[in-house]
């Protein structure tokens, strides 16, 4: 996912919009820049949880595994 970043001013509480990594690190970087000169750019990021489903694939492989050990262990 690309825009899965979104950067926050540690100074203002600014907020970049969502967009790649290095197009928020860019971003928040213009933003010190222009508001904190005399300041390193500092602050948090924000990751956007996408529709990806990487985790449920992992939950449902984890369930498979279960299941067949718990067969396995009643032969």
Not at 45 to 70: D, H, N, W
């Amino acid at each position: 996912m690309a825009d899965s970043y979104r950067f926050r001013c540690g100074e203002c509480g600014h907020r970049t919009a969502w967009a790649s990594e290095s197009q928020g690190e860019q971003s928040i970087e213009n933003h010190y820049a222009r508001r904190h000169p005399r300041i390193a750019p500092g602050g948090m990021v924000e990751f956007r949880k996408g529709s990806s489903g990487g985790g449920t694939g992992c939950l449902i492989a984890l369930a498979i595994v279960v299941l067949l050990l718990i067969i396995a262990s009643r032969n």
